[in-house]
């Protein structure tokens, strides 16, 4: 299980991570080639569909998320990934910092999230390390919670397990407009005392609506 070595990881060690890249590439690499009788759906709309299976890293359930986006790969993940777009068009993400760049396509970012179900869920923070790389001919954008010290008072602070966007043209791409498929693979420990039917319900809503704002910004931008 990946928690067990990530939890003893601390800023100060990410200075060479080529070994946790590795290691998290290879887990979402992991999960992109699970047979699909292993996922159950959890919500479909009409461009997207969220499915989930039992975690093994935590308590809870890894989600799978899939639809079209229309655009390169290139542009779609520069949205996703932490930048200077991100906090613009995700409605869920509140504040966005980079704590500290790294090398290799890394960094250390700290975010906030807005509460959720009448808040039921309150507002977190979490603190990611964020890896981007080539993945055939199109991207992969990667992550995982680590520790640091400090922590705002007023939110609870939760924890990703590995987590990432495989990002890819489709194969008729070449032509305009530019399409790509976007699979989304999401396992977050909200933490705190939280009913897990709330949970359930707020992460596959909160992945459908991801598509939804990315593909406004894109469509704006």
Excluded at 59 to 69: C, I, N
Excluded at 104 to 129: H, K, S
Excluded at 175 to 184: D, F, I
Aim: charged share 25%; glycine share 6%; net charge negative.
């Amino acid at each position: 299980m990946f928690e067990v070595v990530l939890k003893r990881i601390k800023m100060g060690t990410l200075q060479e991570p080529s070994a946790l890249t590795a290691r998290l590439q290879n887990t979402l690499m992991s999960y992109h080639s699970l047979d699909e009788n292993e996922w159950r759906v959890a919500k479909k709309s009409k461009d997207v569909t969220v499915w989930r299976k039992s975690s093994e890293e935590f308590r809870g359930y890894l989600y799978k998320s899939q639809g079209m986006v229309d655009d390169n790969p290139n542009r779609i993940v520069d949205y996703i990934r932490p930048g200077p777009y991100r906090l613009d068009w995700d409605s869920l993400m509140t504040a966005m910092d980079i704590i500290e760049n790294l090398d290799q396509g890394c960094c250390v970012m700290r975010y906030t999230t807005a509460g959720q179900l009448w808040n039921i869920i309150a507002p977190r923070e979490f603190i990611d390390f964020s890896y981007t790389t080539d993945y055939q001919d199109g991207l992969l954008s990667c992550g995982i919670s680590v520790e640091h010290e400090e922590q705002h008072q007023s939110y609870v602070r939760g924890f990703n397990h590995p987590c990432g966007w495989f990002c890819v043209p489709t194969p008729d791409s070449t032509t305009a407009p530019a399409q790509s498929l976007l699979t989304g693979y999401i396992q977050t420990d909200l933490r705190g005392m939280i009913p897990q039917s709330a949970v359930d319900t707020a992460m596959a809503s909160t992945l459908i609506n991801f598509y939804t704002d990315l593909r406004r910004a894109l469509k704006k931008a």
